[in-house]
DNA sequence: TAATAACCGAGACGGTACGTCAAGTCTTCGG
DNA sequence: CCGAAGACTTGACGTACCGTCTCGGTTATTA
């Protein structure tokens, strides 16, 4: 996956590389990033915890951003939706997935430096993109799904709509620092039913749709 | 604003501070930024740029991040809509400034170290959440206004649609590694309207809408 | 005396400066070195312990060097040993006085500040040899009674044999690390009317000649 | 010897440290003292001259003090003198060996920084100690065997003794700021001859004796 | 069975930036 | 003009982290 050049399924000579590394390595990273947040995540830390040395690790992965993209795709990894028959059915499950992933504690911060590394230039600019790309595409599948079943309007722009698909959760988590809930979930599924729905299939769906309660408080507009 | 305790109007005892040293190092950070990328940030490059101190300005913001929140704000800061009468003009207005505003450059770099400083814990949390809370005012006001004008319907959550609205340019800013552009502004703007608008009022709008025409390539969703 | 340019007595116009601030100052110095250590002696530091502002300082004293020198010069200055008719006797006299001064506490402190300062080839290099040389006036003339009297031999020179008498109390200060104690003055007076005197004069001097007894321990060649 | 904890012989596991930097590093403090001064000395400076980084010059010295102790003992490290059957011929040997030490460039300046570290509690105190323990080794030696062949008085203290030899050149050098010529050797080792030495054993010695003949300006008491 | 190649832990290394501190100067107000 | 207060420049300090390199030693595949 993104980063570790883990194929080395050849075996050439020499001694093998021992998987343990890698597993303690990721693990390290997560449980850092967790228990004392984003600036605890030290190359030396992260050795010392997993119980690795440094240049084991950068054998693994060339550099600290491409660890973090692969501890944080252990936890965000690539979703596949099946076939529900229902462009608002697969929407939820998209969302409620997503909603629970983020909702691990760390995810946050791991997404964060994730961000923010890719912001700079020399470095592992490329394999975000991938990320990202990976994470966008079981939302371009479902839309995809929806324009054939005749759901979604044909005139809909697939990348602009993903976009609008995949951002709130993030946003809501990043930018104004909360937990996405299932309130938000449910608002999410309906507005965006209506966004890309055929004008008629908009009509009122199951009554009473609370699937996992995670939370509900702070219903109603005006309060 | 965020960081700088900018309120020293009372004029205690001993030398006032120089409002050309604040201006002077926000614009540096900004410069450098825009010209060499965030790792050029450095507090001694901004301090040499901007021809001041490194105490003067640990004087101003406690740490580099502080600074950095104050540089972005000066980029995308607050923003305030007139009423147009109508909730797709107005939704425009809103995405076309935003637009704008991280179109210019340096300014994704900007709000990735946003996004990663408050990630962390002991830091400028508070601030950020401010910072972000003014951004997403402006859509909040603009959805009331259309519930008002009975454009929106009533059970659209309000926070929720904001959310919906300002996350797109955003993500598309950071996670896709994109500048967003004409065409998507125009697609979320009519996916917006649809999303929280009456099912009836969703009709077909101003024909040819393409305003600025910033750049429309890529059109098409099967290339 | 050194480095304070204090005889303003001419009084120019305006506001005459307050005698308070150069006492506080002086007196700053000397608690703060006693009490913190010469790491404590910060010009802020002095400003604040002596309610003093910090030009205030520099208006009296160009450098800290100076400052020090002056706070010094209130410890151990120059001294007048009157003509007891008997170089032993003065002798006994200069090292006591001297050894008494340096036993003060902080003055080890001040005076390896004072050495210290005085490599620098910029600063108060002249001012420092000044005080020097009126440290060492008392030994030279009592010398050079000696010589009037008969008591010193002709052929000795007194500027080394001045170095000889003066050295030995700062040394075991300084590059020892230990403050000089009446044992050192009896032996080193014993040692050097032997070593300047005439031959037949180094004759036993006064059975038990312990003055003042700050300490006698550690005595006898081999422990 | 002093500071550097340089017993790193058991050889433990990891990287070996390299004796090129700490060779470098030292030779690097030597240097610059010597041909810009004390205030040259910086660590920036001493690591960019001997091509070495700031960090691997820390982990051999805990401080700038402790490194400056350092290099002053590659300098004015412990003499040894033989036995040469007589105390004047030592006493002359140990004060030449020493004055030829002071007189190298920069050592002055290394002393003057020694002196002031070790006046300071928290640091190098003990190392200091050490060193000068060291240094006055060499001094109690050739005492010690001029009471053994029956040449000093067998009532002399060794140790204040042993002060009057080692301080007047140290103070000649640091206190009056001159370097100690041949001149003040010589008188020296006439004065405390005769200061140590049985009455009857003061006979006047070998008639001309300017060795080196450094400089001999300035003879004569009465100018 | 031996050689060889790649691995491993430990930790030193160069480089770069951080945030702090002190010295000495300058600027404002008030006496 | 002096004095208090405090901001300012300069320059060094000691620390932290990244990514690399160098040891001694281990583990597998090849010869």
Do not use: C, H
């Not at 499950?93 to 964060?112: D, I, K, M, Q």
């Amino acid at each position: 996956m993104a980063g570790a050049q883990t194929q080395r399924t050849e075996r050439g000579p020499g001694r093998p590389r021992q998987e343990r590394v890698t597993d303690a390595t990721l693990e390290a990273v997560i449980e850092l990033v967790t228990e004392q947040g984003v600036k605890a995540v030290t190359m030396d830390a992260v050795a010392a915890r997993a119980k690795v040395s440094k240049p084991a690790i950068y054998r693994r992965w060339p550099s600290k951003q491409a660890l973090i993209i692969a501890a944080a795709e252990t936890r965000v990894g690539p979703l596949s939706v099946p076939d529900l028959g229902d462009i608002r059915a697969e929407l939820r499950e998209v969302l409620t997935a997503r909603s629970a992933a983020y909702r691990l504690p760390g995810t946050a911060r791991l997404l964060a430096e994730l961000v923010a590394s890719a912001a700079e230039e020399g470095g592992a600019r490329g394999e975000y993109a991938d990320f990202t790309d990976r994470m966008m595409a079981e939302t371009r599948t479902v839309l995809q799904r929806g324009i054939a079943r005749g759901e979604v309007r044909v005139d809909v722009d697939i990348r602009s709509a993903a976009t609008l698909v995949a951002a709130p959760l993030v946003y809501r988590l990043l930018a104004e620092g909360e937990l996405p809930n299932t309130r938000l979930v449910d608002d999410l599924v309906d507005l965006l039913v209506r966004a890309v729905g055929q004008p008629a299939a908009a009509a009122p769906p199951e009554p009473g749709n609370v699937t996992s309660g995670i939370d509900t408080a702070g219903r109603g507009n005006k309060p």
